[in-house]
């Protein structure tokens, strides 16, 4: 049996045929693909969590069983001190944030820019940055 006397196919159905089975390959490629690196962030995310639930069930059970001193009440005052220092700053970040933003809208009310109106026969005219919105909406 030889391939030749079998069938008689073209080459361009050759080409054709092959291209469309590098497509779905391609595209099974990409597929594949998409799947793994979605189940490697699943896998990752599962190896996290379990290892911070594992790291507290061990601090429970150290605690229960005695094996490390710790005094609990302190640990949970030595928190809320850190929270309330933590508070305290964003709130001082905070104040000074509005500070910079009053001396930057005091600044921009005392800004003129200069203007040619034509009914002034060309003159310049000051208007304060205030007001530029409203000229503006007038003309």
Same mark, same amino acid.
């Given at each position: 049996?030889?391939?030749n006397s079998e069938?008689?196919?073209s080459k361009?159905?050759?080409v054709a045929?092959? &291209?469309e089975?590098d497509?779905?390959?391609n595209n099974?490629h990409i597929?594949?693909?998409?799947?793994?690196?979605?189940?490697?962030n699943?896998?990752?995310d599962?190896h996290?969590k379990?290892?911070?639930? &594992?790291?507290?069930?061990f601090r429970?059970?150290?605690?229960i069983?005695?094996g490390?001193?710790?005094?609990? &009440?302190a640990e949970?005052k030595?928190?809320?001190?850190?929270?309330?220092s933590?508070r305290t700053?964003?709130?001082n970040?905070?104040l000074?944030?509005?500070?910079v933003?009053?001396d930057i809208?005091l600044a921009?009310?005392q800004?003129n820019?200069?203007?040619?109106?034509?009914e002034?026969?060309?003159?310049?005219?000051?208007?304060?940055l205030?007001?530029?919105?409203?000229y503006l909406?007038?003309q």
């Amino acid at each position: 049996m030889s391939i030749n006397s079998e069938t008689n196919i073209s080459k361009g159905e050759l080409v054709a045929t092959l &291209s469309e089975i590098d497509g779905k390959i391609n595209n099974l490629h990409i597929r594949s693909t998409t799947d793994f690196m979605q189940l490697n962030n699943h896998l990752k995310d599962y190896h996290t969590k379990t290892k911070l639930i &594992s790291e507290n069930a061990f601090r429970i059970f150290e605690t229960i069983s005695g094996g490390k001193d710790m005094d609990l &009440s302190a640990e949970l005052k030595s928190i809320l001190n850190k929270l309330e220092s933590y508070r305290t700053s964003i709130n001082n970040e905070n104040l000074k944030k509005i500070k910079v933003l009053k001396d930057i809208s005091l600044a921009s009310n005392q800004l003129n820019i200069t203007l040619k109106k034509p009914e002034t026969g060309f003159h310049n005219t000051q208007i304060p940055l205030s007001k530029l919105h409203a000229y503006l909406k007038l003309q």
